[in-house]
C-alpha cells in the first residue's frame, strides 16, 4: 500500500444513551402494564361513560324510528314523501357515530400507548460527531448531534459518567487552556453554550452567527474563534463580556477550526470553494488569521480541490505542516458518474503556512492523492498525527475506513517533489 493502511470498520446499526439497545422483558411489559392500567383508571371510566350515552341514545332513535314504520301504512318504499329514507339515514349515521366510539373503547393497556410514553421509548440517536480529550487524558468530551447534548466519559472506566443538554444539531467542540470550561457550538440554534467542566452545568448561552460549526479558543483563554457556516464569517468573542468584536469574511461555508501549536495562528478551512466561471476548475480557501494582532494574516488557495475538513498541525520535527483532506473533481460535471468512480479523487492537501501580509497564493501547497483501484475513501472527514508523529491519520465515514500513512515515508515523497 506504499506506506498507508487501511482499515474498514462496520457500522453500528443503532445506539442509545448507553450504548446498546436492548427489547424488554416479558416481566417489564407486564409491569409498565398494570403501571398504566392504574393511572388509566379514571379516563376509562370516563370514556365508559360517553360510550354507554351514546350507545342508549341510538338504541331509542332506533325503537322511534320502527315504531314510525309501523305506524305508516305505505311501508318503507312507498312512503311519498321519503320521511322513512331520510330516517333511514339519520339512523345510520348515529350508528356509525355509536360504533367508532365503542371501537375506540380504552382497553386495559390503554394508558401505555399515549404519544407522549411512546416517544419516551423509542430508541435515542446520539449522532456523535466531534469528540475531544480533557488536557489531563481522564475524560473524553462527545457532542452528539442527534439529541441535542454533550457526553462525558471517564477513561478509565471508559463508561459514560454525564450527559449535558444543549441547543439544536450541535457541531463543535471547545476545551479552555485550563480545561476548566467547555465550549459547544449549535449549529441549528445559532448559539454556543458554555459550560463548567467540573459540574458539567450550561453556564451561559452566547448568540453566535449563523450556522456556528468549528471553534477554538487563543491560546490565553480569554477569546474565542468561531466559524459561522451559513454566515461565511469567522466570529471572534472575547469571553469576558460573551460580546461578538470583530468579524472575519471567509469563502465558503467555513467549518472547521486550528489553533497551531505555538498559539500563534487559527485556520479555517472551508468546504466550498470560490464563485467562479463554469467551465473553469474550483478554488479553495484556507484563512489563516494572526491570533496576537486579532487579523487575517494570508489566505492559501488550493487549486482544483473542494470540501476542505479537518485541519492537523505535524509536530515541529516534521516541520509543522497542515494536512487537510479534501476532494479533487476530475471534471465539470461533478454529478455524473459518481457511484462509477469517474467524477471525485479524494486526497489530502499538504500546506507549508508562513508569515507575511495579507495576500492570495497558490504556492507551498502539494496535493497527495489517496485513490487507488478498488479503494475508495468518499466521506473523509477527520485528521490527526500521533502524539510521536510517526503516523497521520485520516477517517472516511461514508466508506467506513481509517488510512494510516507512515508520515517518514510521506516526508520522502515530498521531497520529491518539484517546487
Given at each position: 500500500?506504499?506506506?498507508?493502511?487501511?482499515?474498514?470498520?462496520?457500522?453500528?446499526?443503532?445506539?442509545?444513551?448507553?450504548?446498546?439497545?436492548?427489547?424488554?422483558?416479558?416481566?417489564?411489559?407486564?409491569?409498565?402494564?398494570?403501571?398504566?392500567?392504574?393511572t388509566?383508571?379514571k379516563?376509562?371510566?370516563?370514556?365508559?361513560?360517553?360510550?354507554?350515552?351514546?350507545?342508549?341514545?341510538?338504541?331509542?332513535?332506533?325503537?322511534?324510528?320502527?315504531?314510525?314504520?309501523?305506524?305508516?301504512?305505505?311501508?318503507?318504499?312507498?312512503?311519498?314523501?321519503?320521511?322513512?329514507?331520510?330516517?333511514?339515514?339519520?339512523?345510520?349515521?348515529?350508528?356509525?357515530?355509536?360504533?367508532?366510539?365503542?371501537?375506540?373503547?380504552?382497553?386495559?393497556?390503554?394508558?401505555?400507548?399515549?404519544?407522549?410514553?411512546?416517544?419516551?421509548?423509542?430508541?435515542?440517536?446520539?449522532?456523535?460527531?466531534?469528540?475531544?480529550?480533557?488536557?489531563?487524558?481522564?475524560?473524553?468530551?462527545v457532542?452528539?448531534?442527534?439529541?441535542?447534548?454533550?457526553?462525558?466519559?471517564?477513561?478509565?472506566?471508559?463508561?459514560?459518567?454525564a450527559?449535558?443538554?444543549v441547543?439544536?444539531?450541535?457541531?463543535?467542540?471547545?476545551?479552555?487552556?485550563?480545561?476548566?470550561?467547555?465550549?459547544?457550538?449549535?449549529?441549528?440554534?445559532?448559539?454556543?453554550?458554555?459550560?463548567?467542566?467540573?459540574?458539567?452545568?450550561?453556564?451561559?448561552?452566547?448568540?453566535?452567527?449563523?450556522?456556528?460549526?468549528?471553534?477554538?479558543?487563543?491560546?490565553?483563554?480569554?477569546?474565542?474563534?468561531?466559524?459561522?457556516?451559513?454566515?461565511?464569517d469567522?466570529?471572534?468573542?472575547d469571553?469576558t463580556?460573551?460580546?461578538?468584536?470583530?468579524?472575519?469574511?471567509?469563502?465558503?461555508?467555513?467549518e472547521?477550526?486550528?489553533?497551531?501549536?505555538?498559539?500563534?495562528?487559527?485556520?479555517?478551512?472551508?468546504?466550498?470553494?470560490?464563485?467562479?466561471?463554469?467551465?473553469?476548475?474550483?478554488?479553495?480557501?484556507?484563512?489563516?488569521?494572526?491570533a496576537?494582532?486579532?487579523?487575517?494574516?494570508?489566505?492559501?488557495?488550493?487549486?482544483?480541490?473542494?470540501?476542505l475538513?479537518?485541519?492537523?498541525?505535524?509536530?515541529k520535527?516534521?516541520?509543522?505542516?497542515?494536512l487537510?483532506?479534501?476532494?479533487?473533481?476530475?471534471?465539470?460535471?461533478?454529478?455524473?458518474?459518481?457511484?462509477?468512480?469517474?467524477?471525485?479523487?479524494?486526497g489530502?492537501?499538504?500546506?507549508?503556512?508562513?508569515?507575511?501580509?495579507?495576500?492570495?497564493?497558490r504556492?507551498?501547497?502539494?496535493?497527495?492523492?489517496?485513490?487507488?483501484?478498488?479503494?475508495?475513501?468518499?466521506?473523509?472527514?477527520?485528521?490527526?498525527?500521533t502524539?510521536?508523529?510517526?503516523?497521520?491519520?485520516?477517517?472516511?465515514s461514508?466508506?467506513?475506513?481509517?488510512?494510516?500513512?507512515?508520515?517518514?515515508?510521506?516526508?520522502?515523497?515530498?521531497?520529491?517533489?518539484?517546487?
Open positions: 500500500m506504499n506506506g498507508r493502511q487501511t482499515i474498514r470498520q462496520c457500522r453500528p446499526i443503532a445506539a442509545t444513551e448507553h450504548g446498546c439497545h436492548s427489547e424488554r422483558s416479558e416481566e417489564s411489559r407486564s409491569a409498565l402494564r398494570q403501571v398504566g392500567s392504574l388509566g383508571t379516563g376509562y371510566a370516563e370514556q365508559r361513560t360517553r360510550a354507554r350515552f351514546l350507545a342508549e341514545f341510538t338504541l331509542s332513535a332506533l325503537r322511534r324510528f320502527f315504531a314510525s314504520l309501523r305506524m305508516t301504512s305505505e311501508g318503507l318504499g312507498m312512503n311519498p314523501n321519503g320521511r322513512a329514507s331520510r330516517r333511514l339515514v339519520v339512523f345510520g349515521a348515529l350508528a356509525l357515530l355509536a360504533l367508532s366510539v365503542l371501537s375506540r373503547r380504552p382497553g386495559p393497556y390503554a394508558a401505555t400507548s399515549t404519544p407522549q410514553q411512546a416517544r419516551a421509548a423509542a430508541p435515542e440517536y446520539l449522532s456523535p460527531v466531534e469528540l475531544k480529550f480533557s488536557p489531563d487524558g481522564q475524560r473524553i468530551y457532542v452528539c448531534e442527534g439529541n441535542g447534548s454533550l457526553l462525558a466519559i471517564d477513561t478509565r472506566t471508559r463508561r459514560v459518567v450527559q449535558v443538554k441547543g439544536s444539531k450541535p457541531r463543535g467542540l471547545a476545551i479552555s487552556p485550563d480545561g476548566k470550561t467547555l465550549y459547544v457550538s449549535n449549529s441549528w440554534s445559532d448559539t454556543l453554550s458554555e459550560i463548567d467542566a467540573r459540574s458539567l452545568e450550561v453556564r451561559r448561552t452566547i448568540k453566535a452567527g449563523w450556522g456556528p460549526v468549528g471553534l477554538t479558543t487563543d491560546r490565553s483563554g480569554k477569546y474565542l474563534y468561531v466559524a459561522n457556516s451559513v454566515g461565511n469567522v466570529s471572534l468573542f469571553l463580556t460573551g460580546a461578538e468584536i470583530k468579524r472575519f469574511m471567509t469563502q465558503r461555508y467555513p472547521q477550526v486550528l489553533l497551531s501549536r505555538d498559539g500563534r495562528r487559527v485556520y479555517v478551512s472551508n468546504i466550498l470553494p470560490h464563485f467562479g466561471p463554469y467551465d473553469q476548475p474550483p478554488v479553495s480557501e484556507l484563512l489563516v488569521i494572526d496576537v494582532k486579532q487579523i487575517v494574516e494570508e489566505r492559501i488557495l488550493i487549486p482544483g480541490a473542494i470540501e475538513r479537518h485541519i492537523a498541525e505535524a509536530p520535527p516534521l516541520g509543522g505542516y497542515l487537510v483532506p479534501e476532494i479533487r473533481p476530475k471534471n465539470l460535471g461533478p454529478l455524473i458518474g459518481v457511484a462509477q468512480g469517474w467524477v471525485l479523487t479524494h489530502m492537501a499538504i500546506v507549508r503556512p508562513t508569515q507575511g501580509a495579507v495576500r492570495e497564493t504556492l507551498r501547497v502539494t496535493q497527495v492523492l489517496l485513490d487507488d483501484i478498488d479503494y475508495y475513501f468518499a466521506g473523509q472527514t477527520g485528521a490527526a498525527f502524539p510521536d508523529g510517526h503516523y497521520a491519520l485520516l477517517t472516511a461514508e466508506a467506513n475506513t481509517l488510512t494510516i500513512i507512515d508520515t517518514a515515508r510521506l516526508a520522502r515523497r515530498l521531497r520529491e517533489v518539484p517546487r
